[in-house]
């Protein structure tokens, strides 16, 4: 890790929402230790939004299965309250209606609680910088939904798809997982200029989110690391 992803990880500002005690305490040791800033912890949906709402953190990490309101009610009022806020559930439940419910609500990516420390530590730090994170297998399942949501929503105009060199060139990027400002960097272009981008690119093929652009450059076969 250079010196600049090692200070961008350690400013990270991490919220836990768990209602199992043992789960908050050992991942917040475990993040802590990794240098994640544990700002905040939530043991139920009141909490939860109260909390974040205070603290304003980067990451909340999110359990589906909490007293009311539930992880995905409280994702979706959180990111539409706070569209910079990613939101990483880790659940026990692996359960295609769980997974899909999580993603629709605004969720940046969902893990499964039995992934390794090192999964469930890479996974924070790869969604404070901005990456869609799965469980693998789980990321088969969204992409199967989004590519029909897609192909649904795109069946009666193709106009969308006119996407320009520049703008596929951002695309091909985000599907290799690279924060904005890596891209940024990497066209010589400024950090706005790539928000610009992604804005107009999910305007015209009618996505939603960094999740939903990226699952579609998948399916379009713009991930390749050689592209």
């Not at 009311?68 to 990483?88: K, Q, R, S, W």
């Not at 904005?180 to 093929?205: C, G």
């Amino acid at each position: 890790m250079t010196g600049h992803a090692a200070a961008a990880e350690r400013s990270s500002r991490i919220m836990l929402v768990d209602d199992h005690p043992m789960w908050i305490d050992a991942l917040s040791e475990d993040l802590a230790d990794e240098g994640f800033d544990i700002v905040a912890v939530a043991k139920n949906g009141s909490e939860c939004l109260a909390r974040a709402r205070a603290t304003r953190p980067d990451v909340v990490v999110m359990d589906l299965q909490i007293p009311d309101p539930d992880g995905a009610t409280c994702t979706e009022i959180l990111v539409n309250e706070f569209p910079a806020l990613h939101v990483l559930v880790m659940s026990a439940s692996g359960e295609r209606v769980d997974v899909l419910r999580a993603m629709k609500a605004g969720a940046k990516g969902y893990l499964v609680k039995s992934a390794s420390k090192s999964e469930l530590i890479d996974g924070v730090r790869r969604t404070a910088a901005g990456d869609a994170v799965f469980t693998p297998g789980l990321a088969g399942l969204v992409l199967g939904e989004f590519r029909r949501m897609v192909n649904e929503a795109n069946s009666h105009d193709e106009a969308e798809h006119a996407l320009t060199s520049r703008e596929i060139e951002v695309l091909r990027r985000v599907a290799k997982g690279m924060a904005y400002r890596e891209i940024a960097d990497e066209l010589f272009v400024s950090h706005r200029t790539i928000q610009n981008h992604v804005q107009n690119v999910l305007k015209k093929l009618q996505l939603h989110n960094r999740v939903e652009l990226t699952l579609y450059a998948i399916d379009q076969g713009l991930h390749d690391p050689s592209a």
